[in-house]
């Protein structure tokens, strides 16, 4: 697991070999490269029976159902499904403001957690895993692979990710969506911090090209909660001119104005048929990666 | 607006606190590294109005709680006093007190008088002002007396109404007498009248020399003016006019002729514009009593009969109403005794003018009177009589010497001369006057001018102006001096008839005589005769054992030897003078009245008054009799209630609003649960 030997801060191995319990699914039929776990839209050679289908001159004969010539006189080629590995790619975001955690941890390091152990768990059952990280563009990109020197250099840029520069994130998800070779697994781990109507257009591209996505929205909870005693002043992490305010004032209005955008999120990611995580980063990672894993379990299952 | 602890208002900067924690606050500030900036300014760029406004109600309300604190304790006053006492303790407060008898008009529910409202008043609130001293100039004597406290305002014999008229410029020159005197600080002057226009000779030339010496006080002399210009809702003034005592052969009657005023005149179509006022008249205590129908603003009553014993020649009387609106103007006393012989002496050098003046003096209007006049010549004046002399008539050069002497005493003590000028007018002055040369006109001229409200030339009872203007001046003689009062006048304003400036008495200057070649005064003789007897009359009214004086007045005798027939029971002796009665002096009755300007209602005009005080201090309230609200009071309640109100919605602006779920709102939610595409 560790060749190198190398302790990486945001994994647990205790965590990861709990999570190890629960397989990690795919909600709809994937394309790998092998066989593999996950259902695929071709036919295969899985022992799951699929359908007949009339033999038609080219076939092979060693999958003609014999028994079923005897019966009707007919030739019928018994299909299967197919199994496949799926291909994982984690889109961190490194914008600025990623950096921000007023409980100890910081989104940044959330994000490396969870796409440490999803990372982990997907190559533990033999999926490629991928990585993008991007904040106003594609700051580094490794397309999946399925082999363990692999997720070291995964680590390796999970580790690297400085967060800096301002959230560019739709046209990103864009140029993933396009980039990224159909049916694949894309796991967004952001805050999200863009207009949500920018946001609507980009998973709309990427089920679209039939990825299978999840997005766990990282937030922290002074974020959501807002309080401040002292008159502030916010400089902003991405750059941006720096803000005055007194909170009493200023709080109602904040939390209007974020309570509207949590709700168009969620409007937005269910119209999306996206797998939405809100994470509050004070949370324990492996129990929302638990709740992850164990939803998945229930809605899988599509071909 | 004004206080009682005045320098607590320095304190008021204080207010400015809120702002100030308020600025501190903000500078205060921390400054944190911020990721959802998205936020903020939607936040910023949302409509601020209620938040905005809010944030500056609370701000509002904790300075106006502040200031009301400020302004409970610095102990606020309501009143009309606006400026009262800004610099705190006054240290000499000079009250000026009207006593005059329109003060003692009641208000419209009847009650206290002006005066004892306003004294009432002044106590109340001069007690909680306070001042180093006090000192009163009551409206009797016009002098400044210092007082122990407010109080003795209400018990002291100064404060108590009288029968005189009131001088307010007099008052005004006393304490500005008493400030330059004592060299007091800083002086604050309460007037408390009624803004009767006789009271406050408005016209007077004294109002400018007052208004400028007391700009001239450095330490700043503030006046307040406690006024009760309303007028009476119904109110009836009576007034004996004349009285006389006429004895027949068998008989003696009295006749009062008296006149009632009645303010204000009603609208004569109203209804009650008519009313009947019983007057009793009450001669030496035997009552009788006569009902008039009073329509109108004035009515009179002449020569009303009341038979007397025959014995009885002298005595006193009063006439009364009953109640009303003001009661120091419904009584009248008099007195009256057997007509004095009226005694005229002339002196001529013409005796073509001394026939017509021995005739004027000598026939009397009235068969009960004796008149007598006598020509004599210059050497028999020390033979004179003078104290049974009414009217001296001088033709001849202005006497000089022991002459002068005689004929000065004589005007002194209250007789009355005329002076024509002689055949050959020389120099020298007599009161102040001299006689010029004859100025010979080419044709006659008539007289131009004369007063004809008051003094010799005056109209008749009815209002008949005298036939003055049908005289015929063929030469008349210059007059020279200048402290005289014109009297009448002929063309070009040259004064025929003036009247010198004497403190009793009368001494008069005729630029004429009555002989042919010099006027017609003679031939047409009503107003030589009428001019004869009017100051006839006048000098035998200072001969009698009787006397009609005008409250107010300077007595003739020391008012300590009066002793009281009837009269105000609350006046001391030594202010008989100014109180309505019947004395008794030596030998002599004297009935003391009200002056005839207390009668007129007319008040000073406001802006008027603002001229008067024109460049002063001067701050004014209206209060009425009867009033029972104090002039001033402490109102620190007031603001402390509003102090408590101020936090207690500063505290509701205060709180937050209602408690929000949003940790359940906030928690991580999965969304999305579903297999797509299965």
Partial sequence: MFPDRHARSFLDAAVLSRLAAVPLFARMPMVGSVSGRHPSPYRGSSVEFAEYRKYVPGDDLRRLDWRAYGRSDRFYVKEFEADTNLRCCLVIDTSGSMNFGSTGITKIEYARRLGGALGYLALLQGDAIGISCVADGIARKIPPRRNPAHLTTVFDILEQAKPQNETQLAPVLHELAETIRQRALIIILSDLFVEPELLRGCFQHLRFRKHDVAAFHLLDPQELSFTFRRPMRFIDMEGGPAVFAEPNEIADRYHKVLEDYLAQIKQIMLESAMDYHRVTIDEDYEKVLMRFLVGRTRAKGGR | ?678
């Fill in chain 2, 1 to 678: 607006m004004s206080f009682l602890a005045p320098m607590l208002l320095a304190g008021l900067p204080l207010v400015a606190l809120p702002i100030i924690i308020h600025l501190i606050n903000q500078r205060r500030f921390q400054t944190i590294r911020w990721g959802a900036m998205m936020f903020l300014l939607a936040a910023n760029r949302l409509s601020r109005g209620y938040a905005r406004l809010r944030q500056w109600l609370i701000m509002a309300f904790r300075m106006l709680a502040i200031a009301g604190l400020i302004f409970a304790i610095a102990r606020p006053l309501a009143s009309g006093w606006l400026g009262l006492s800004a610099g705190g303790r006054p240290d000499t407060t000079i009250v000026l007190l009207d006593r005059s008898p329109s003060m003692q008009q009641t208000g419209g529910s009847g009650g206290s008088t002006k005066l004892e409202t306003g004294r009432q008043q002044l106590v109340q609130a001069l007690k909680m002002l306070g001042s180093a001293r006090w000192v009163l100039v009551d409206s009797t004597t016009n002098k400044a007396i210092e007082i122990e406290s407010p109080d003795s305002l209400l018990n002291s014999p100064a404060g108590e109404p009288a029968s005189s008229a009131s001088d307010i410029p007099a008052m005004l020159q006393a304490a500005h007498d008493y400030i330059q005197a004592n060299k007091s600080g800083r002086t604050e002057i309460w007037i408390c009248s009624d803004l009767r226009e006789n009271d406050w000779n408005g016209e007077s030339g004294r109002w400018q020399t007052l208004r400028e010496s007391f700009l001239e006080f450095p330490q700043g002399v503030r006046f307040h003016l406690l006024a009760y210009p309303q007028a009476a809702l119904e109110n009836v003034a009576i007034r004996v006019t004349d009285v006389r005592r006429q004895q027949t052969s068998d008989a003696a009657e009295l006749f009062i002729s008296l006149k009632l005023s009645r303010a204000p005149v009603l609208d004569s179509n109203s209804s009650n514009s008519k009313i009947s006022v019983p007057v009793q008249f009450e001669i030496d205590g035997a009552r009788s009593e006569l009902t008039i129908e009073m329509d109108g603003a004035q009515f009179e009553l002449k020569d009303h009969r009341i038979p007397l014993e025959r014995s009885h020649e002298r005595g006193w009387g009063r006439v009364s109403i009953p109640a009303d609106a003001n009661m120091a103007d419904n009584e009248f006393c008099f007195v009256f005794d057997r007509p004095v012989p009226r005694v005229a002496i002339i002196l001529a050098d013409d005796p073509q003018a001394a026939r017509p003046l021995e005739l004027a003096a000598a026939i009397s209007p009235d068969p009960s009177v004796h008149d007598s006049a006598e020509v004599i010549s210059e050497e028999q004046l020390a033979a004179v009589e003078w104290e049974k002399l009414s009217l001296l008539l001088w033709q001849a050069p202005l006497p000089k010497g022991s002459s002068a002497n005689l004929i000065q005493a004589f005007v002194e003590r209250g007789g009355q001369a005329v002076f024509l000028p002689p055949a050959a007018p020389s120099e020298g002055e007599f009161f102040g006057v001299g006689w010029k040369a004859w100025v010979e006109e080419a044709e006659e001229i008539p007289v131009e001018n004369w007063r004809g409200d008051q003094e010799l030339l005056a109209n008749t009872q009815s209002g008949a102006a005298l036939p003055v203007g049908q005289l015929q001046i063929r030469r008349y003689a210059g007059l020279s001096g200048e402290s005289f009062t014109p009297l009448a006048s002929v063309r070009g304003g040259k004064p025929l008839l003036v009247r010198a400036t004497t403190a009793h008495g009368g001494a008069y200057f005729l630029a004429t005589t009555p002989a042919p070649g010099d006027s017609s005064l003679a031939t047409s003789g009503v107003v030589l005769y009428v001019l004869v007897q009017r100051a006839l009359a006048a000098g035998a009214a200072v001969l009698g054992n009787t006397r009609q004086l005008v409250a107010g007045a300077p007595p003739e005798s020391d008012p300590a030897t009066w002793q009281r027939v009837t009269g105000d029971e609350r006046a001391i002796s030594t202010e008989f003078p100014f109180h309505r009665g019947v004395y008794v002096s030596g030998e002599r009755l004297l009935a003391v009245n009200r002056p005839a300007a207390e009668d007129q209602a007319q008040v000073l005009a406001d802006h008027r008054l603002g001229e008067l005080f024109r460049g002063l201090d001067f701050a004014r309230v209206d209060d009425q009799a009867g009033s029972l609200s104090s002039l001033i009071q402490e109102v620190w309640r007031l603001f402390l209630a509003a102090m408590i109100v101020a936090l207690i919605v500063e505290a509701g602006l205060c709180l937050p609003k209602l408690a929000r779920t949003r940790e359940a709102t906030f928690k991580t939610e999965p969304v999305g649960f579903h297999a797509p595409g299965g």
